[in-house]
């Protein structure tokens, strides 16, 4: 149980268009799920919150109109880059934590990640 | 907020030797520190955590103690192999629903047959 999906896995855009991401949770439910970024050879960087039935939460230095989160479900969030530049260009990744099946709150749960390249 | 350092950045040793990665945190609220090894390409993949009610905790050649009094936690691997090869990251959070992770730098770990 308590798996993430992800959508698309890589994505090839033009710089200027939007591309959206999915992050699922399969078979639990999460009203929250978190987005991070990763650049080559750096850590995961926390951007947002994203809260089911609410606004996002961003991360200082994450401009929230340019990264249009959606928690459009308790099973469905998604981030949409928009008008993306080759320094958005990067590993998106997903996570939710899972607080049912008695298991704590805080042990979260990846996506496989999104790899975007703007060229 | 929160902010974890990691050291070292990169460690290599010998398949068989021990490994040490070492972990400090800023916020004294926090009470729980997950290790994470990611392979390249693929999403993070927990290996061990702990909890602040607890000191140290071992699963197989893997352990973690904490010290919260220091503020820093620390992954132990002992008799390494070449599969343990990866990048590790620390992370903490508070231990409650909508709590994000706040990851360290991460440590590649190269070991050498």
């Known amino acids: 149980g308590a798996v993430v999906s992800q959508h698309p896995s890589w994505v090839i855009c033009k710089s200027g268009t939007s591309v959206k991401i999915e992050c699922r949770s399969l078979d639990f439910q999460a009203t929250t799920m978190f987005w991070y970024r990763q650049f080559p050879k750096q850590s995961l960087m926390l951007m947002a919150t994203?809260?089911?039935?609410?606004?996002?939460?961003?991360e200082q230095g994450v401009e929230k109109d340019k990264f249009l989160i959606n928690h459009a479900s308790l099973t469905l969030s998604t981030l949409t880059v928009t008008s993306a530049h080759p320094e958005d260009s990067s590993f998106y990744i997903c996570s939710a934590p899972s607080g049912t099946s008695g298991r704590t709150y805080n042990e979260q749960f990846f996506g496989p990640g999104t790899r975007l390249t703007v060229l | 907020g929160e902010n974890v350092e990691q050291h070292p950045s990169t460690l290599s040793v010998q398949e068989g030797d021990s490994a040490v990665i070492k972990c400090t945190y800023s916020?004294?609220?926090?009470?729980?520190f997950p290790w994470y090894k990611q392979e390249l390409g693929k999403r993070p993949q927990l290996i061990i955590d702990?909890?602040?009610?607890?000191g140290e905790k071992k699963d197989q050649r893997i352990a973690v103690t904490l010290n919260k009094t220091a503020k820093h936690f620390s992954l132990h691997i002992t008799e390494t192999q070449p599969e343990d090869s990866a990048v590790y990251f620390c992370?903490?959070?508070?231990?409650?629903?909508?709590?994000?992770?706040?990851f360290g730098k991460g440590t590649t770990l190269s070991v050498s047959s």
């Open positions: 916020d004294s609220a926090s009470n729980y």
């Open positions: 994203s809260n089911e039935g609410s606004k996002a939460t961003y």
């Open positions: 992370a903490a959070s508070y231990n409650q629903a909508g709590t994000a992770l706040i």
């Open positions: 702990i909890r602040s009610n607890v």
